[in-house]
């Protein structure tokens, strides 16, 4: 999966960016704890990084 596809779909589930620091987009939920960084480049994500994020954000 590709870091525009995750923000795609952290945006459908309410995640919205709060800052950017360089190519890192960090994500916020209004009820979720914590935080999520994507890294925004053209390359496919590591299959661990993506699976991290997904636990993380709820998704999985």
């Known amino acids: 999966m590709?870091?525009?596809?995750?923000?795609?779909?952290?945006?459908k589930d309410s995640w919205m960016i709060v800052r950017v620091q360089g190519s890192h987009?960090?994500?916020?939920h209004p009820t979720k704890?914590?935080?999520i960084p994507v890294a925004l480049h053209n390359k496919d994500m590591?299959?661990?990084t993506l699976n991290k994020i997904l636990k993380a954000a709820g998704l999985k």
């Open 2 to 11: 590709k870091p525009k596809e995750l923000m795609k779909l952290l945006a």
């Open 25 to 28: 987009h960090i994500h916020k």
């Open 33 to 35: 704890p914590g935080t």
């Open 46 to 48: 590591a299959p661990g």
